[in-house]
């Protein structure tokens, strides 16, 4: 998991609350990632970030928002709309280039009440 | 429409024998091909990635894979298991953007391995 953080490790939201999830990292990699992971659905992304002040959509954003003002940190905002928010959320970095791996945070498990 | 198959959810091997955990793609052009693991409740980790060249791949912890263009396969391996690599293993996809960008990957949907002693 080195580089990358993500906080908190638990999280508990009551239905109709936005929460935010906070992903850091100190790789110096442009591009960052949200993923949804459930029970055998494997990953599934949420929102992605090739360059500072730019994100686009993943196969899942309804009811998700992003931010990315800075390098190093890539917030993700689970909003009231989002109808099934309970899941395990994983964070990811790389550099530039198709070629390179993924680096991955810890993640943050999402249980709304 | 790019796809990863991971046709087994769980595989069980004895401590000892070798594994292996399959994986087959679909996708429009050349693949990358990536196997990352993930242990309970952790992030997921890199253990080999297939780019170009010789298509038997070395990565960390003793695993292995073979990336087979005709089959469409990029099954992982390792020739003695241990019960530490019980865990949970992702096959990736992505084909490149030559324009530099990343490009998404495509996961699989998992295959729980489970080492007995």
Same mark, same amino acid.
């Not at chain 1, 239905?15 to 949804?36: I, P």
């Not at chain 1, 890539?74 to 899941?87: E, I, Y």
């Not at chain 1, 959320?89 to 070629?99: D, G, I, V």
């Not at chain 2, 005709?70 to 019980?86: E, R, W």
């Given at each position: 998991?080195?580089?990358?953080?993500?906080?908190?490790?638990?999280?508990?939201?009551?239905?109709?609350?936005?929460?935010?999830?906070?992903?850091?990292?100190?790789?110096?990699?442009?591009?960052?990632?949200?993923?949804?992971?459930?029970?055998?659905?494997?990953?599934?992304?949420?929102?992605?970030?090739?360059?500072?002040?730019?994100?686009?959509?993943?196969?899942?954003?309804?009811?998700?928002?992003?931010?990315?003002?800075?390098?190093?940190?890539?917030?993700?905002?689970?909003?009231?709309?989002?109808?099934?928010?309970?899941?395990?959320?994983?964070?990811?970095?790389?550099?530039?280039?198709?070629?390179?791996?993924?680096?991955?945070?810890?993640?943050?498990?999402?249980?709304?009440? | 429409?790019?796809?990863?198959?991971?046709?087994?959810?769980?595989?069980?091997?004895?401590?000892?024998?070798?594994?292996?955990? &399959?994986?087959?793609?679909? =996708? *429009?052009?050349?693949?990358?091909? !990536?196997?990352? %693991?993930?242990? $309970?409740?952790? +992030?997921?980790?890199?253990?080999?990635?297939?780019?170009?060249?010789?298509?038997?791949?070395?990565?960390?912890?003793?695993?292995?894979?073979?990336?087979?263009?005709?089959?469409?396969?990029?099954?992982?391996? &390792?020739?003695?298991?241990? =019960? *530490?690599?019980?865990?949970?293993? !992702?096959?990736? %996809?992505?084909? $490149?953007?030559? +324009?530099?960008?990343?490009?998404?990957?495509?996961?699989?949907?998992?295959?729980?391995?489970?080492?007995?002693?």
């Amino acid at each position: 998991d080195g580089g990358i953080t993500q906080s908190p490790k638990y999280l508990f939201r009551k239905e109709g609350q936005n929460v935010t999830l906070s992903c850091e990292q100190n790789l110096n990699h442009d591009a960052m990632y949200w993923y949804r992971q459930d029970p055998g659905q494997g990953l599934r992304l949420i929102y992605y970030s090739q360059i500072v002040n730019d994100f686009q959509k993943g196969d899942i954003a309804e009811g998700y928002s992003v931010s990315r003002e800075k390098k190093e940190s890539f917030p993700l905002t689970v909003t009231s709309a989002q109808k099934n928010p309970t899941a395990f959320y994983l964070c990811a970095s790389a550099k530039p280039w198709s070629s390179n791996e993924q680096f991955f945070g810890p993640g943050t498990r999402l249980t709304v009440l | 429409a790019q796809s990863v198959a991971q046709p087994e959810d769980q595989v069980n091997v004895a401590e000892g024998n070798p594994l292996t955990v &399959k994986c087959t793609y679909s =996708v *429009s052009g050349n693949p990358y091909l !990536f196997w990352y %693991v993930q242990y $309970p409740n952790r +992030g997921l980790q890199f253990l080999l990635k297939y780019i170009t060249g010789d298509n038997l791949v070395k990565g960390s912890y003793g695993f292995e894979a073979e990336f087979n263009k005709s089959q469409t396969s990029f099954h992982l391996k &390792k020739p003695s298991a241990l =019960v *530490s690599d019980s865990a949970l293993y !992702f096959c990736a %996809v992505r084909v $490149p953007d030559y +324009g530099g960008s990343q490009g998404n990957l495509i996961f699989g949907k998992g295959t729980k391995l489970s080492v007995k002693p």
